[in-house]
């Protein structure tokens, strides 16, 4: 599995600034063009989108990035309250997905999560950090 890499943007001219500011004042609809297809996007998508778009407005500079939570093999063995031993094997098999950092596991939260769903077991609470 890839990772996405955060994407780093200058801040836009004065002049871009401006309009930009001037249409968010203007109107709350957010709509965009996709591949020339008008797009309306949902309210989540919506709220991240004028947010990005209102930092852009006031001359920031912005990173998008993921919040996707990555555990190591103790975290995600405690998240399934599976031993350690378990979750390496786990892991080893392709029961749970696994991103390599080096030599040193990652494993998502959400694969963990969903694992847990399939076998139907609920969700333990979050690991601690």
């Known amino acids: ?7 780093t943007t200058d801040a ?15 109107s709350a609809d957010v ?6 297809t008008t797009v309306r996007l949902p309210g989540q998508a919506a709220g991240a989108v004028v947010d990005l778009l209102e930092r852009f407005a006031r001359g ?17 063995a405690e998240a399934a309250g599976v031993s350690l031993t378990y979750m ?8 749970i ?6 030599t040193h596991r990652r494993i ?7 694992w ?7 969700t333990p609470a979050e690991p601690a950090e």
Do not use: C
């Open 60 to 76: 920031e500079a912005v990173v998008v990035t993921s919040a996707e939570k990555l555990l190591n093999t103790s975290q995600a």
């Open 1 to 7: 599995m890839a990772q996405i890499k955060p994407r």
């Open 88 to 95: 390496r094997r786990l892991t080893d098999n392709g029961s």
């Open 108 to 114: 998502r939260l959400a694969d963990v999560q969903a």
């Open 97 to 102: 997905p696994v991103q390599y950092r080096g």
């Open 31 to 36: 709509t965009v063009f996709v591949n020339g």
């Open 116 to 122: 847990l769903e399939q076998r139907g077991t609920t």
């Open 12 to 26: 836009l001219p004065e002049q871009e600034v401006l309009r930009l500011r001037r249409a968010l004042e203007d």
